[in-house]
Nanobody, 113 residues
Framework: VQLQASGGGLVQAGGSLRLSCAAS????????VGWYHQAPGKQRELVAS??????SYADSVKGRFTISLDNAKNTMYLQMNNLSPEDTGIYYC?????????WGQGTLVTVSS
C-alpha cells in the first residue's frame, strides 16, 4: 500500500487549501484516517482524524479544517480554511487498516502573513 499526498502550496493568511491523499494497493477496509502537521522545528502532531462516523480535531484547527474520506476512491482529504502562518509545515496523511498503519510522504503548506 502506498499513500500519495498532494495539494500543498503557498497561500496567504486567510486563504484556503485542500489536501488530498490517495491510497493505492489493498487498503480496504479503511478503519481510520488522520492528518498530521509538523511545523518547522517541532514534532509531528495529529490535527484531524476520522474513524467511522466520528471526527476529531485539534483545538488549533477546530472550525477551520475538515477531514473527509471517499471510500470509493480510497482518498482522504483535508479542507483547510482561514489559514494562518502557524499552519505552515508539512502535512502527513495516515491510513489504518486494522493493525496496519500507512503513511504518505508529506505535502508542504506555507502560509504567508
Amino acid at each position: 500500500v502506498q499513500l500519495q499526498a498532494s495539494g500543498g502550496g503557498l497561500v496567504q493568511a486567510g486563504g484556503s487549501l485542500r489536501l488530498s491523499c490517495a491510497a493505492s494497493g489493498r487498503i480496504r477496509p479503511i478503519s481510520a484516517v488522520g492528518w498530521y502537521h509538523q511545523a518547522p522545528g517541532k514534532q509531528r502532531e495529529l490535527v484531524a482524524s476520522k474513524s467511522g462516523g466520528q471526527t476529531s480535531y485539534a483545538d488549533s484547527v477546530k472550525g477551520r479544517f475538515t477531514i473527509s474520506l471517499d471510500n470509493a476512491k480510497n482518498t482522504m482529504y483535508l479542507q483547510m480554511n482561514n489559514l494562518s502562518p502557524e499552519d505552515t509545515g508539512i502535512y502527513y496523511c495516515n491510513m489504518r487498516r486494522g493493525w496496519d498503519n500507512y503513511w504518505g510522504q508529506g505535502t508542504l503548506v506555507t502560509v504567508s502573513s
